[in-house]
């Protein structure tokens, strides 16, 4: 009961949906330097946790100790969200749980695509179910990534697994015609779904980008917690 309403709660199912989250094969969430989309994709990896399902994200930018240390105050964020929760039972569900995630840290210069499909490959070879998603955090958008996706579309096609990933968008930079930074503008064919976080006053504001018709919904979060605010 404790996973249901912890998924119920989470401010991806309510933005994206948790039946929608791995609905096509890329996903983005977009921000400037420090808004929140870090906290964001770590969310949307509970949700999956949650749902008993394996994950692995993959951090440019952190070590391991860091990863693991969001996954712990994104667990955590979700249950205080809930109102009281028996502590004794939050402990054994995020314990039950948290061993389905891997954290793996690469800079720009060791992060290799082969390198991921080798470790998805172990999976099979160990007969082990895959992971659902694969957290892709850090990549440089500014930089002509093609061959990254491309690498990306393979491993899609060879394990079927949902791609999301962070882009870093820049504080002056305009809009194109379609209300996207020009980081997504760039490769939006490619993208299923896509959501950017913006500052808005205190709080911050989620605006679906890209996800079929669903495209200009906006939603409230805590900047602290990342959990939905109600209005």
């Known amino acids: 009961m404790l996973k249901k309403d912890l998924i119920l709660k989470s401010p991806v199912s309510k933005t994206i949906g948790f039946d929608n989250i791995r609905n096509g094969k890329f996903g983005a969430v977009l921000s400037r330097a420090g808004v929140g989309k870090t906290s ?13 399902e394996k994950i692995i994200h993959i951090s440019l930018d952190d070590h ?12 955590k964020n979700l249950v205080n969200d809930i109102g009281y929760v028996d502590p004794q039972k939050a402990v054994r569900l995020w314990e039950d749980i948290k061993s389905n995630e891997v954290g793996i840290s690469y800079n720009e210069n060791t992060f290799d695509i082969e390198k991921i499909r080798d470790y998805l490959k172990s999976f099979k070879k160990s007969d082990l179910v895959l992971p659902s998603i694969l957290i892709i955090d850090g990549l440089n958008f500014d930089k002509d990534i093609t061959d990254v996706f491309e690498g990306l579309e393979g491993l899609y096609q060879e394990f ?12 002056d930079e305009e809009l194109s015609e379609n209300g996207f930074p020009v980081q997504l503008e760039t490769y939006k ?43």
């Open 40 to 52: 964001f994709l770590v969310q949307i990896a509970l949700t999956q946790l949650l749902n008993d």
């Open 64 to 75: 391991m100790e860091k990863i693991n240390l969001r996954y712990s105050d994104g667990y």
């Open 160 to 171: 079927s697994i949902f791609t999301w990933l962070s882009m870093k968008s820049h504080r």
């Open 189 to 231: 064919e490619r993208f299923d779904k896509a959501i950017f976080l913006q500052p808005v006053k205190n709080k911050i504001e989620a605006i679906i980008l890209k996800d079929g018709d669903r495209t200009d919904q906006k939603y409230k979060l805590d900047p602290s917690t990342m959990m939905i605010l109600d209005e």
